[in-house]
């Protein structure tokens, strides 16, 4: 997400690498009813 408002809903998030979800460049980000399931990478947890 760059620059400006994002509505993010209802994904399913199981095999990112560093971020789920990310922003650059002072975006909005509103989140709601997302499923987040770190995967066993240890990067990935943070």
């Known amino acids: 997400c760059r620059h400006g408002y ?3 809903v209802n994904n399913d998030y199981t095999h ?4 789920a ?4 460049a002072a975006p ?6 997302n499923r ?7 990067f ?3």
Not at 28 to 33: E, F, L
Not at 36 to 42: C, K, M, R, Y
């Open 6 to 8: 994002f509505h993010v």
């Open 16 to 19: 990112w690498e560093m971020y």
């Open 21 to 24: 979800i990310g922003g650059s």
């Open 28 to 33: 909005t980000i509103n989140s709601q009813g």
């Open 36 to 42: 987040f399931l770190a995967p066993d990478n240890t």
């Open 44 to 46: 990935s947890k943070e």
